[in-house]
């Protein structure tokens, strides 16, 4: 399995929606909130094309990720798999090469994950924190990982 990411653009708004809705859609109406055109408006008034990539995985769209630098953190504001992909180690190489990226920074990445969905576990797997709750999403952190007696 070959996964690599290309550039997105506006035009590119409607596939990057599918995907996101396609991934999505069994954690939203687990919680009874599926609504595709909420998930459209909430994806476009956050989508940042200079930001964002495919996730190609032997050359075919295989989900998306939208990762922003911020001024001492990485905010991963949008990470969704195709389900087709989804349980295949995808997602994981995918949040290995930002947590490597991170890591270089010697910065933090942040992201919000949807309550009740197994994104939470993934995360957690991987080393994330929970550093608040809404009604809707939990947040975590996770810190670069500092050599012992390494100072900041």
């Not at 055109?37 to 956050?46: D, P, T, Y």
């Not at 994950?113 to 197994?118: C, F, G, I, P």
């Not at 995360?123 to 999403?137: A, I, L, M, V």
Request: contains cysteine; charged residues 25%.
């Amino acid at each position: 399995m070959n996964v690599t990411f290309s550039a997105t653009s506006r035009e590119d708004a409607h596939a990057l929606v599918e995907i996101r809705v396609a991934a999505m859609r069994e954690s939203l109406e687990r919680i009874g909130r599926f609504d595709p055109g909420r998930a459209r408006e909430g994806f476009l008034a956050s989508f940042e094309p200079a930001f964002c990539r495919f996730i190609l995985v032997d050359e075919v769209r295989a989900g998306l990720v939208q990762v922003e630098p911020e001024a001492d953190h990485l905010l991963l504001n949008h990470f969704y798999i195709a389900p087709a992909y989804q349980g295949q180690g995808v997602g994981a190489i995918v949040l290995r090469t930002i947590l490597a990226d991170a890591q270089s920074r010697d910065i933090s990445v942040r992201l919000k994950a949807l309550r009740d969905s197994d994104s939470n576990r993934f995360y957690q797997r991987h080393g994330f924190t929970k550093t608040g709750e809404s009604e809707w999403d939990i947040y975590y952190v996770r810190e670069p990982v500092r050599e012992p007696g390494a100072t900041q």
